[in-house]
């Protein structure tokens, strides 16, 4: 005579499913990969479990050369990516170094083993799988009459999260001109705001250059490299220059506005007219 089938409870194949889950290991993340666009940097990971309920350390490691303790930043996220800028940019000491990143998936208080990226730099005298540069600040060249003006933002200025880096005094921008004409070079320390450079053009020459920068540490070795600018051609001065009153230097506006109200700093507020 055949017996029955005999089905074992429900609580018990809950149990015995359970426990095979929790003895599972929890995967880790994979194509760990860091990306820097300019000044930003971005880690993105897959992760196979998108069923599960997980969360992601995300761990910034770098050569910090003084002090080796400060080397790491541990961040935690539920998303499948990060953005990393505002760590990379603490310090010079910081933004010069060598980096790599792991991320390490937790499910159900268990945690995975930690994957890792690429390393990455900024600095060009380090070795690592990527170096990252940044791109030149936007420069405007405007005829004179002898040659042309050359002015553009300083990056340690121009880029907030340099400006607000821990930076020593020496750090400085050096650039190097391109020209039909031939090369020239010149430095902005980090306390200007400015880089200006007054260039003397031949008669009948060419006159659009194109501009390199390397962004030095206070140690004159450690760098950043900058992309080359785009062609820069010469424009003609504005014929109705703006002057404000009580700055000391004339400052050209395309705009045509009648008056300008300008603020100077600590709440002073003057009132530029067209000269």
């Known amino acids: 005579m055949r017996r029955g089938h005999r089905w074992a409870p429900t609580w018990l194949i809950t149990a015995i499913i359970g426990g095979a889950l929790a003895a599972a290991p929890v995967p880790p993340p994979t194509d760990v990969d860091v990306t820097c666009q300019n000044q930003k940097v971005q880690v993105r990971w897959n992760y196979s479990r998108a069923d599960l309920h997980s969360r992601f350390t995300v761990t910034l490691k770098g050569n910090h050369r003084k002090d080796l303790a400060k080397g790491f930043v541990e961040l935690s996220t539920v998303e ?40 990455f730099t900024f600095n060009n005298v380090e070795t690592a799988a990527m170096t990252c540069r940044l791109d030149f600040p936007p420069a405007e060249l405007v005829r004179t009459d002898v040659g042309a003006k050359l002015r553009f933002s300083n990056p340690f200025h121009f880029y907030r999260e340099l400006k607000q880096a821990a930076k020593p005094d020496p750090a400085t921008f050096s650039v190097e001109i391109t020209s039909d004409y031939g090369n020239e070079a010149f430095s902005c320390s ?86």
């Not at 603490?90 to 937790?106: G, I, L, R």
């Not at 070795?221 to 703006?242: G, T, Y």
């Open 80 to 119: 499948h990516r990060y953005d990393l800028t505002q760590h990379i940019w603490s310090s010079e000491d910081w933004y010069m170094s060598t980096f790599w990143v792991t991320v390490t998936a937790t499910v159900g208080g268990k945690q995975s083993e930690p994957a890792l990226s690429r390393t």
């Open 190 to 275: 980090v306390k200007e705001e400015t880089c200006k450079r007054d260039l003397v053009i031949p008669e009948g020459a060419n006159d659009c250059i194109t501009l390199d920068g390397i962004l030095f540490a206070g140690n004159l070795v450690d760098q950043i490299l900058f992309r080359k600018s785009e062609h820069i051609c010469a424009v003609a001065a504005a014929k109705n220059p703006v002057v404000i009153i009580g700055a000391d230097e004339l400052v050209s506006s395309a705009y045509d506005f009648p008056h300008l109200l300008v603020d100077m700093g600590e709440g002073d507020m003057v009132t530029a007219y067209r000269d």
